[in-house]
């Protein structure tokens, strides 16, 4: 994995230690090979190129989310998505991955009353099958639902489903109409890689390459 940590390194502007944390944190918590580092350093590299975070930013928010996520069946890459999205609208860092676990977690909750908010609303989280639907079209509807109901009634429901804590996130997902924009702005951004082949033929590049040579 060390040409991958290198180029996080690289793109974060951190330390090799700091990104071999991150990117062995996100291959554990999704439960993926170490010859899968690529995809986890693309998924934070490409988020950060379409966000206002960082890489820093969003190793510091899956530290906090990244099993919960797994289990809600998100991958690094939508998951990464989300944490873009809440950073475009002010929620970063730790932060980020403590509000969308808070989130996750409630809209999954057994409870007549979060039961309830899903039947209101036609809208539901899992199939006939019993699994957990595509996060991003189970957004959008709940969002499109929303949008027809009065601001009073939007708010209450966005309470019971979202959680006191969780609310705020839900609610910047629905400002942004989901994930979908976000993984397509991902999409075209480039890859790991390229951004740090770009840093490094910079003249800080250059500075931090001679700075990581004195270092060895």
């Known amino acids: ?73 998100l991958d690094v890459q939508e998951t990464s998505a989300i944490l873009g999205v809440f950073a475009n609208n002010g929620i970063m860092g730790a932060e980020a991955g403590t509000q969308l676990k808070s989130m996750l977690l409630n809209m999954t909750r057994p409870t007549e009353e979060v039961q309830q908010a899903y039947r209101e609303l036609g809208v539901s989280l899992y199939d006939t099958e019993g699994n957990l639907r595509d996060f991003n079209t189970v957004m959008v509807e ?29 609610s910047a997902l629905r400002a942004s109409n989901g994930i979908g924009e976000m993984l397509a702005e991902m999409e075209s951004a480039p890859e790991a890689g390229s951004l740090a082949e770009g840093f490094m033929d910079t003249f800080a590049g250059k500075v931090e390459g001679l700075k990581g040579s004195f270092e060895t």
């Open 142 to 170: 709940l969002d499109s639902v929303l949008d027809t109901l009065p601001v009073q009634q939007q708010n209450e429901l966005m309470q019971r489903l979202g959680g006191s804590y969780g609310i705020v996130g839900l």
């Open 1 to 73: 994995t060390i040409p991958e940590v290198l180029d996080l390194a690289a793109v974060g502007n951190m330390s090799l230690a700091e990104a071999t944390g991150i990117a062995t944190s996100g291959l554990a918590q999704f439960q993926l090979d170490a010859d899968l580092a690529g995809t986890v350093v693309d998924a934070l590299s490409r988020a950060a190129s379409a966000s206002r975070a960082d890489v820093r930013d969003l190793g510091q928010a899956l530290t906090n989310v990244g099993p919960i996520a797994g289990n809600f069946g």
